[in-house]
């Protein structure tokens, strides 16, 4: 509801003030700040400002702005709610002064007549509670959660329902006794106030109830027992459990305690078992305070501190090592992909393996595997039974600066819904949870890592905050988040920013903050000053192995696991060579030269005698056999070794037969053969029909890239913002300018309505105004344009829209009316 009752101002003649009104006069950047701070109202853009107005008071989007307040925050906003209902007396809404009251502030002093808080300054002067209470009504105004009706601020009316019992208290006495049999309410009102002039009974017993001189009456007359009741029940819960609560009770019969508050209205019957302490004598007991204990900090954080640098340093050492371990899986996957699971997600077999690959546990594991595919490196081909392929984004991530690599993961992890802290346990149908598969999603995940880095970012760094102090910290800071299934995602959270390097040894890493304020590459440079520098070279010994003392460029890091086997990973990284290392690298194109070149291009050390003579034996003995399609033949240019093959009784089942002192024919196919003799030690190479050796080099695989859909709370870019302000605006003034309807027949002959519609459209455009349309868009909604036409033909109109700042074709049998603005100027 948007649209207010009318309050003060009506009887004057004056148009009372709405919650629609009111966001019409905000100004731009006003607006501008409240969709950036709500993203889901602009999802799709709201047609005009009563549309924004109408989605801003819905319950969900309220819920979810809920979420987000703090407890002083959401203390304030409890008190308008409490103070400014409009069932309790006029006139609705409560003053600054008032809240402070409530509240047990001490505001500086400041005359009720000036404007809102949300349109003025606090004074130099001004207190700190009445700092602490301006910056909170001031965030309310913000979200749109509050407006001000003259002096006085209102809460929207959707609060009623989503806070009925705001700071424990029940509802106003108003729709309490309205909710009671007419009888019985008639007899409240001729036993307490038989002297009323009011209009209805419950208007007669509800201003009773309002005026504080008389309930002070009214409790003079029930005993102590009474008396305790009440006042157990006045900080609420509210709401009291006593067998027939609907009894017929009056002064006079009135014998137990709870009968002489029932006599008295003091206690109102809800239910069968139910009674309820109105509002307004809930705050008479509690002498005007809504809260006993309400703290307008946070409770500060304790903990053992730790050296800033030291935890910026373990955390780029572990972003650095997730790096590697993910660089690692996608290069084994481009050459063995996994399979997909009918149910799309990754086996038990795979996720092992990969584990594995990457030497960390399983559940580190399966978060990396959920982080890369968030980030939209890893996806599904288009195959019947699919693989799990790097995608053609993987390329160029690979390609960039560490720091952006890294930057590219964590941003996705921070806006991933996917647990995959989950995986292995099963869903309510009993099925097992699989990593990439249903059932890892949870809503509410990126929030709770949101929270929990941005508490963490409260800290002083280095300081590492205890459990307890930083469980506080969060619900003071998200007080209506707090339940079972929020910690489960905090500590989940907790657990994977340190395994991606947002956080070490407990505090938050430097390059976090950065990202944390909105500022990608201020993380991007502190992370980079923390990473080891890429190396250029090796030192090769003589065990046929070659030592990487750090990090390797890209490029040198990719030729040497080409021509070797990665031994061991840690601070360094050892690389073993063999003949099957040597051959895998002949095999993708690279000669022996190329391999020795390059070893000793990077080699610090000299290189050994011995990985020579590997690297020119397995070069000599590489392609000295040929296989070709006869169905296969073998080609040798030495006919002792083709000698030695048919002499191997190993071959016999290859059926060979010689042609000539050079070349050997086979009844296999030419895979066939050359897979067999492999496995018997030849190592033959294809070759093509002109004679020249084919190089079986690995099959480059790519997936197309992954679609990630938006977070509902993700912000919004500030242009996507601007322009929904702008459109906001044209299409607001669509809907409410002044217009003159040019008149269109009704009847007459087929097509004289679009011939109209077309003869003052062209006018229009002659003469250079802008119009008014009613245009029935292609999803068949009625929206109103004010459009700048600039040409009329073949049944279409071309012109500028300003709502969607832009030049759209319209077709003539689409538009419905057409009418004069009343400043065709505009």
């Known amino acids: 509801m948007t649209e207010n009752p009318p309050t003060e101002g009506a009887a004057s003649g004056r148009r009372p003030p709405t919650f629609t009104g009111w966001l019409r006069s905000r100004s731009d950047e006003e607006l501008t700040a409240l969709l950036s701070a709500r993203p889901d109202l602009t999802r799709p853009v709201p047609a005009d400002i009563g549309t924004l107005a109408t989605r801003a008071t819905t319950r969900n989007t309220v819920l979810r702005v809920l979420e987000r307040l703090d407890r002083f925050t959401l203390a304030v906003l409890e008190s308008v709610v409490a103070l400014g209902d409009d069932r309790m007396c006029e006139p609705v809404g409560v003053t600054t002064a008032e809240l402070a009251d409530a509240l047990r502030l001490d505001p500086a002093p400041c005359p009720d007549t000036v404007p809102p808080v949300s349109h003025r300054q606090p004074s130099t002067d001004a207190s700190g509670d009445d700092l602490l209470l301006a910056r909170a009504l001031d965030e309310l105004y913000r979200l749109a959660l509050v407006w001000p009706d003259h002096d006085r601020t209102r809460p929207v009316q959707v609060l009623r329902e989503l806070l009925p019992h705001p700071a424990q208290l029940g509802p106003p006495a108003r729709p309490l006794l309205a909710a009671l049999p007419h009888a019985t309410v008639k007899r409240l009102a001729d036993e307490l106030v038989p002297d009323s002039t009011a209009s209805t009974p419950v208007e007669s017993v509800a201003t009773l109830l309002s005026e504080p001189a008389r309930v002070t009456a009214l409790l003079d007359q029930v ?5 305790r009741l009440l006042e157990g029940m006045a900080w609420g ?81 572990q972003a650095f090592t997730v790096l590697r371990a993910v660089e690692e899986l996608l290069e084994n996957w481009s050459q063995d992909p996994p399979g997909v699971l009918r149910n799309g997600g990754l086996g038990v077999r795979d996720l092992r393996r990969a584990a594995q690959t990457m030497e960390v546990d399983e559940a580190e594991a399966a978060l990396l595997i959920e982080v890369v595919h968030a980030a939209g490196l890893v996806g599904t081909d288009d195959r019947v039974a699919g693989e799990w392929l790097p995608t053609r984004e993987y390329d160029l991530w690979r390609e960039t600066a560490p720091e952006a690599r890294w930057l590219r993961l964590a941003l996705a992890w921070i806006g991933s819904d996917r647990m995959a802290s989950l995986t292995g346990t099963k869903d309510s149908g009993g099925r097992i949870r699989n990593v990439l598969g249903p059932g890892l999603s949870r809503p509410g995940a990126p929030r709770a890592r949101r929270d929990l880095l941005a508490a963490l970012a409260e800290a002083e760094p280095g300081l590492v905050p205890s459990e307890e102090s930083l469980s506080a910290r969060m619900a003071w800071r998200h007080p209506r988040r707090q339940s079972q299934t929020y910690a489960e995602l905090v500590e989940s959270a907790r657990t994977e920013a340190s395994t991606l390097g947002l956080t070490a040894l407990g505090a938050l890493a430097g390059h976090t903050r950065p990202l944390l304020a909105g500022d990608p590459d201020g993380a991007a440079r502190e992370l980079a000053a923390e990473l080891p520098q890429p190396l250029d070279h090796i030192l090769v010994q003589g065990d046929m192995t070659a030592v990487a003392p750090g990090p390797l460029v890209a490029g040198l890091a990719r030729e040497l696991a080409l021509v070797a086997e990665v031994e061991s990973t840690g601070g360094a990284t050892v690389y073993r060579f063999t003949e099957d290392s040597i051959r895998r690298g002949l095999d993708a194109g690279r000669g022996v030269a190329d391999i020795t070149d390059l070893l000793e291009r990077h080699s610090r050390t000299p290189l050994p005698q011995a ?84 190089l079986d080099r690995p099959e480059i695989r790519r997936a197309d890239p992954v679609e990630v ?46 011939a109209a519609v077309m003869s003052a459209l062209s006018d229009a455009a002659r003469d250079e105004r802008r119009v008014w349309i009613g245009y029935t868009d292609t999803d068949g909604r009625q929206v109103s344009r004010i459009v700048h036409p600039s040409s009329v033909d073949g049944g279409f109109v071309t012109a500028y829209d300003a709502t969607r700042d832009a030049v759209h074709r319209f077709a003539v049998h689409r538009i419905s009316a057409v009418a004069e603005l009343a400043d065709p100027e505009g």
């Open 223 to 227: 005993g102590e027992r009474a008396h």
């Open 237 to 317: 819960p509210p709401n009291g459990t006593v067998a027939d609560a609907r009894r017929e009770v009056d002064v006079a019969t009135a014998g137990s305690p709870v009968e002489t508050l029932i006599a008295r209205a003091l206690l109102v019957p809800t239910g069968d078992d139910t009674l309820t302490l109105p509002r307004e004598v809930g705050l008479h007991l509690r002498e005007g305070a809504l809260f006993r204990d309400l703290s307008s900090e946070p409770p500060p954080f304790e903990g053992r501190e730790r050296s800033a640098a030291t935890v910026s340093r373990t955390a780029a050492g």
């Open 611 to 694: 990985l020579r003579y590997l690297v020119s034996d397995v070069g000599r003995r590489h392609g000295r056999l040929r296989a070709g399609t006869a169905s296969s033949y073998l080609r040798c240019d030495e006919p002792s070794l083709l000698e030695e093959l048919l002499n191997d009784r190993r071959a016999d089942g290859l059926g060979l037969i010689r042609l000539a002192p050079t070349v050997v024919a086979s009844r296999e196919n030419r895979a066939t053969l050359v897979e067999r003799l492999r496995q018997l030690g030849y190592h033959p190479v294809s070759e093509s029909g002109d004679g020249a050796m084919s």
């Open 709 to 754: 859909p938006d977070a509902p709370d993700r912000e919004a870019s500030a242009e996507t913002v601007r322009a929904a302000v702008r459109a906001l605006r044209a299409g607001d003034e669509a809907a409410t300018i002044a217009r003159r309807p040019v008149p269109l027949p009704t009847d007459g002959p087929p097509g004289s309505r679009a």
